[in-house]
């Protein structure tokens, strides 16, 4: 394809060796439809040129909100004392991935609130176990920070990615958006995600955009990250107030709500120009700020997408953020309309396909010949 001199310079930037955060910063910010355009397409092609136009389902189950945490943008924040607290049972969990396995996705996300008691990792396990031996689909974990020793556990059970966002690359951004108690540490996240990344998980991380006292300088920050830590999977999504927390109603925002999903499309387009192979889900989050969304994502190069399977009874009680959709819908319902959604940007859907992100096996064979 013909590239016009944005897209030009656009590729110019992303492809130097000694990129900065400086350098991204501006095209972070390119706000008017011509730029936006020339972004999307740019991204769009290196999408089918490095993973094809296949987009993976990945059925999201949010099996538990018990959270040990008190992080201050998040609704089941611990002192939430509003939250219905539950846990699914294993047959209510058996009972997604029966459906999972029978609507063909390749792949289930296992979601909880922080939970480090021995039962609730000894029920992980189970669950695991019992998912893998009855339908073989490809697990993913996220169940924030663990011991090392749980994280092999994990994997020895059959889990084999796990997603952990960072939220912020920045240590000084970190500390404003967690108590100091000691409980939420930024050096413990980041010996988390290089132990799992150790033991051999395919690794997921991310970031939000829009918290308060973030700026585009830290967003750029977090791309240089993703890319450092070598993360196999990406998960991005705008920052959305809660009421019930500590973050809503700041007066420290430095990107407002209303510019928040044009600067999150524009960070996946990044994140695709530049790491190409990288797997990148295109986030609910995304959908509470425009009805179209998650197809924007998938158009600004996302290729994951994950409808919900949590059953619709529990899902009010899941909230991390409000406004959430689907509130009222069942996983059927969910299913169909995320395949027109597919459908109408002109992707497919890799339907029975694990979908393991192809930048893991290039890290993998790179670092460690052994594994052939
Ligand atoms: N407890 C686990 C997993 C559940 S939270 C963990 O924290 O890793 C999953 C993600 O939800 C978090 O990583 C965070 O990035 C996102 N999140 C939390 N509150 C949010 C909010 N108010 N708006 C948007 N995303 C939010
Ligand atoms: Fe708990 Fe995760 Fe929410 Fe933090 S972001 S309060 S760890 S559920």
Redesign the pocket.
């Known amino acids: 394809m013909e590239k016009t001199r944005i897209q030009s310079d656009i590729m110019d930037i992303l492809s130097s060796p000694s990129l900065k955060k400086e350098d991204i910063v501006p095209i972070l910010k390119m706000g008017s439809k011509k730029e936006m355009e020339a972004l999307q397409s740019l991204a769009m092609e290196v999408k089918r040129e490095k993973v094809g136009r296949g987009v993976y389902f990945r059925g999201l189950v949010e099996f538990s909100n018990v959270?040990r945490?008190n992080?201050f943008?998040?609704?089941?924040r611990k002192d939430n004392k509003k939250v219905s607290r539950f846990r699914l049972s294993e047959e209510e969990i058996l009972n997604t991935a029966a459906f999972a396995h029978e609507n063909r996705y390749g792949s289930l996300v296992l979601?909880?609130?922080?939970n480090q008691s021995k039962e609730h990792i000894d029920f992980i396990c189970r669950i695991v176990k019992r998912i893998k031996s009855q339908y073989n689909l490809g697990i993913t974990l996220?169940?924030?920070?663990q011991s090392e020793d749980t994280y092999r556990r994990f994997f020895r059970n059959g889990a084999h990615r796990y997603?952990?966002?960072v939220?912020t690359s920045s240590r000084e951004l970190y500390g404003k958006w967690h108590p100091d108690d000691g409980k939420h540490r930024f050096e413990t996240r980041l010996d988390c995600l290089r132990s799992l990344k150790n033991i051999g998980f395919q690794l997921g991380s991310?970031?939000?955009v829009g918290?308060p006292y973030q700026t585009y300088e830290d967003i750029a920050g977090d791309i240089l990250f993703l890319r450092d830590m070598e993360v196999d999977m990406m998960?991005i999504?705008?920052?959305?107030?809660?009421s019930g927390?500590p973050?809503y109603r700041s007066e420290a925002y430095s990107i407002p709500r209303e510019e928040r999903l044009n600067v999150t499309l524009r960070m996946i387009a990044v994140l695709r120009i530049l790491l190409k192979d990288v797997n990148i889900a295109s986030t609910t989050?995304l959908q509470v700020l425009d009805k179209f969304g998650r197809e924007k994502g998938l158009m600004f190069g996302a290729n994951v997408i994950m409808p919900n399977l949590t059953p619709t009874i529990r899902r009010k009680d899941y909230l991390?953020?409000e406004d959430k959709p689907c509130l009222e819908e069942d996983a059927f319902h969910c299913n169909s309309c995320l395949s027109a959604r597919i459908a109408c940007v002109g992707d497919t859907i890799g339907y029975g396909e694990w979908g393991d992100p192809l930048h893991f096996f290039r890290r993998i064979n790179r670092s460690s010949p052994l594994w052939l």
């Open positions: 959270c945490k992080c943008y998040c609704g089941l979601q909880s609130g922080e996220s169940c924030g920070e997603l952990l966002r939220e991310g970031s939000m918290v998960g999504g705008p920052f959305i107030e809660h927390t973050f989050a991390l953020y």
